[in-house]
């Protein structure tokens, strides 16, 4: 038999093995094609929206070009990127890119690919720095000992982000106390009651029927009249008088009309950055795609059987009309997940100093709850304090959580060894960390190296 024959023969083969996957998904219970045909388990950070392809495949024409930007090319601007593509248009790394094709995001993340996927979606070998680095060993001798695939470990090296890691950074935090004397977080302002604007229960603007004295109408306008929401003003039409969902304000032909539910989309014409951050982590990922709202039955972790189906929405934490910052901070967050980091914060210490907080036994601000470290605070260019709502920002990898979170309350070396140790990630940093991760010593055994050396050379002038 010729090659062009066996060729031949193969791809009809395939081709039947296609179609076959579809007829059988289109009568497998529960099955989709998409499904049926994904070439291989989808990534941790990915596998939420895997039934979009075409966010990141052109039909036809394989992965599109943007696909890892279109969403990740902020992220990497406010990381300062330690190895953007730009960096490899110089002529000087052509050698280097005949090693590594470093401007293209897909050599080193490739989709589909489990058996080979490391937990930062890495698929290449974990040894990748010293294919460009090998002088490293002859330059710093501190490292002569270290192993090829160990440049990656928790607390050292970040291929894009090293905002925490960075030698001036290590040096001038080098010998700080474990326990700051105070947090040094970013605080919200306390609420200012505008007696213009703020309504009560009489001035709610709901629909009869929804309004009459009943007892869950009666409750749902008092738990509303407590809140900032309605301190600001914001009445019931504010929410739930809604455009139809395929039409914008500016655009739309129907009448608003009274929706029972109220949409991220209009939490977010108040609260735009927490809009838009929820939309980039898992919890929002998928309505950010088009799909149906993520439930706690859809994760790999371990979550609560009970919440299986709970749809992960803005009213899934800010529940019913209080929107409880405080509930949302720890119980929201309990309810659902129950792998052993989550339920282990219970015995810590942070959650001892959230119980004083919240019984008002300590100052605001003083406690640690999971939004704390998963939400954090920013600030944006007009000085208004918000939650991140993006609650994988700072996972992978979690030294994106020193600089945000760790070190408002924590030396330096303290956050890097309890970031590195595995057990007390584990137990929820009940302990204090068993790790020690060397990267400040380094820094100032060279520093000081490099001040004995300028002493000498002012000697013999």
């Not at 083969?13 to 059988?24: E, H, K, R, S, T």
């Not at 001035?203 to 004295?213: K, L, M, R, V, Y």
Request: charged share 25%.
């Amino acid at each position: 038999m010729t090659a062009a024959k066996q060729l031949w023969l193969s791809l009809i083969g395939v081709n039947v093995l296609v179609v076959a996957g579809i007829a059988y998904s289109a009568f497998a219970p529960g099955a989709s094609t998409k499904t049926m045909l994904l070439p291989g388990k989808t990534s941790h950070g990915h596998y939420q929206i895997e039934m979009r392809c075409d966010l990141c495949h052109t039909e036809g024409s394989g992965l599109r070009e943007d696909a890892c930007t279109s969403c990740h090319a902020e992220e990497l601007r406010l990381a300062k990127d330690t190895h953007p593509s730009s960096k490899f248009n110089d002529p000087t790394n052509a050698e280097l890119l005949s090693v590594l094709d470093a401007t293209n995001c897909v050599t080193c993340h490739r989709e589909h690919v489990d058996e080979q996927t490391l937990p930062m979606g890495l698929t290449l070998p974990s040894d990748y720095c010293y294919h460009c680095h090998q002088e490293t060993l002859e330059t710093r001798p501190s490292h002569a000992e270290f192993k090829f695939d160990s440049c990656a470990t928790a607390g050292c090296h970040n291929y894009h982000d090293n905002r925490a890691l960075y030698e001036n950074f290590l040096l001038k935090h080098a010998d700080e106390d474990d326990f700051l004397d105070e947090m040094v977080g970013l605080a919200r302002e306390p609420m200012l009651v505008d007696s213009e604007k703020s309504l009560s229960e009489t001035d709610a603007d709901a629909p009869e029927e929804w309004s009459g004295t009943n007892f869950d109408a009666v409750n749902v306008l008092n738990d509303w009249a407590s809140t900032a929401h309605a301190s600001a003003g914001v009445n019931c039409s504010g929410c739930h008088l809604q455009t139809p969902s395929d039409e914008t304000e500016a655009d739309s032909k129907s009448d608003p009309a009274w929706s029972r539910e109220v949409s991220v989309q209009m939490c977010g014409t108040c609260h735009p950055g927490q809009m838009e951050t929820f939309f980039q982590g898992h919890h929002g990922m998928r309505l950010a795609a088009g799909l149906s709202a993520m439930t706690p039955g859809d994760a790999r972790i371990s979550m609560h059987v009970d919440a299986a189906h709970r749809q992960l929405d803005c009213n899934a934490c800010h529940a019913g009309h209080r929107f409880d910052t405080e509930f949302a901070s720890v119980d929201a967050c309990l309810k659902c997940h129950a792998d052993e980091h989550s339920q282990a914060f219970l015995t810590t210490s942070h959650y001892a100093a959230w119980q004083n907080e919240i019984a008002g036994t300590a100052p605001a601000g003083s406690g640690v709850s999971c939004a704390t470290c998963h939400m954090p605070r920013v600030e944006d260019d007009d000085g208004n304090v918000w939650a991140n709502h993006n609650q994988n920002d700072n996972l992978r990898p979690n030294e994106k959580m020193i600089r945000d979170v760790c070190m408002q309350c924590h030396g330096l070396g303290l956050s890097i060894d309890a970031l590195a140790d595995p057990q007390l990630i584990e137990n929820c940093f009940a302990e204090t960390p068993v790790v020690h991760v060397e990267s400040i010593d380094l820094v100032k055994a060279r520093f000081e190296e490099r001040q004995r050396k300028k002493e000498a050379r002012s000697k013999k002038k």
